[in-house]
């Protein structure tokens, strides 16, 4: 589940958080000024709710100091359009004004980590165990690594990219001819052949389907 980082110096306010995010499952990580904040950060949290008037170091000081790939909300009493226009600008998603509805928060809370997790899959693809890594260019099934030559990992592609649907011979050749000029009809039949075996012999399981007179698709 993921981590949250909340960083609060009001007492009350700071458990109250803590309590109704660990009830959503969470890991919580907590601190009540800002320099205790900055060392909690080594802990990599998901996602960070942050006050803005802290102790030690504030809001505005420690913003800099988290990476860009964590989002970072502000829960503060300052509700002037300016200060929102600026810490938005300044790397927050979010600004929550004091007092929040805890529902709002906490539906805030989990639409941002949503969006960072798809941000993070981006270039994986994924059907049934089967994860495509197209950044690596690796294939994976329950996290062993299959070995396919640069044909068989193109059709893989392309079929994992539309999961579920029957690609057609005629297509599967289309989308594959500028990265794979090796792939002509003649030879479709035995790069199939040979990656539907080499899947089968990782996962125990037929993986690509052949729909008679049609194409092939991903077995879901």
Known sequence: MARILIIEDDDDIRNILSQELLKEGYTVDAASDGIEGSHLLGNTPDLV??????????????????????????????SSVDDKVELLSGGCVDYITKPFDIKELKARVATHLRKRTASQNVGVLTASDIMLDTTKHEVTISGEEVRLTRTEY??????MTDAGNVI????????????TPDLVESSLKVHMSNLRKKLKEIGGK?????????????AL
């Open 49 to 78: 709710l942050m006050d803005l008037m802290l102790p030690g170091l504030t809001g505005e000081e420690l913003l800099p100091m988290i990476p860009e790939e964590i989002p970072v909300i502000a829960v503060s009493a300052r």
């Open 154 to 159: 193109a059709i893989l592609k392309i079929l």
């Open 168 to 179: 057609s011979k005629s297509e599967l050749l289309e989308r594959t001819s500028e990265d």
């Open 206 to 218: 037929d993986y690509i389907e052949a729909v008679w007179g049609i194409g092939f698709k991903i």
